[in-house]
């Protein structure tokens, strides 16, 4: 379930400023995506420290008396920067490791841990990607995959889509039913929805065979 990006060179930009209005936050602004991108301003309103594990590891915002010892870290953390509440504190930091981000969730042809096909639909064949979704640190659902030979169809019968291709996991549903457009059989345009209870609908478009690939969506609560 997880995989480890190895990352040349991590570039952080920080601003560290003091208050006392709201003590222990720490606020990160960037571009997408992150972690990969550049972090271009951290406002820290309590004494702040930046520090590393063993290279594997980033920790922001932990508060301490001293530069080198803290309690709160964990064992073997190296103190990159220590900033008082009441510093202005502006550099870049260089910081190189890894990553751990959620591999792809893969959805099973029958029964395990992992959501199963409904309503007949299956892997297209091994040529394509076969179907599954994975959520990154931001809280963006990506899904993928070519599916066929399932249900198209706007209708619901005991509280389940008849087009349901598969049922998302809780975490990764949207907080509103979302709409895309995706590609199926014939260039036909097909209709994909994701409702809040996770259900991947085939809506519209073409069972012979129905594309997943590029669907994105946040997940509700990020």
Known sequence: MFRRTVLGVLVVSAFV?????FAGNVELFTYYPTPDGQY????????????????????????????????????????????????TFDSDLFLTGTIVQDDWTPVNAVGGANPTFLHAWVN????????????????????????KSGAVSTGVTAGVPDGAIFQLPVGYRPEKQQIRVVMTNANVEGRCDIDTNGYVIAMEGSSSWFSLDGVTFRAKGY
């Open 17 to 21: 400023w003091g208050s006392d209005a």
């Open 124 to 147: 297209y064949d091994a040529t394509y990607n076969t179907a599954g979704y994975f959520r990154d640190k931001n809280g963006i659902v990506y899904l993928k995959g070519l599916v």
């Open 40 to 87: 271009t301003t951290s406002n820290s309103t309590s004494s702040s420290t930046f520090a590393t594990t063993g290279g594997q590891n980033v920790y922001l915002g932990y508060s301490q008396t001293s530069v080198t010892t803290d309690a709160a870290l964990p064992v073997g953390s190296q103190v990159l920067q220590s900033v008082g509440p009441s510093a």
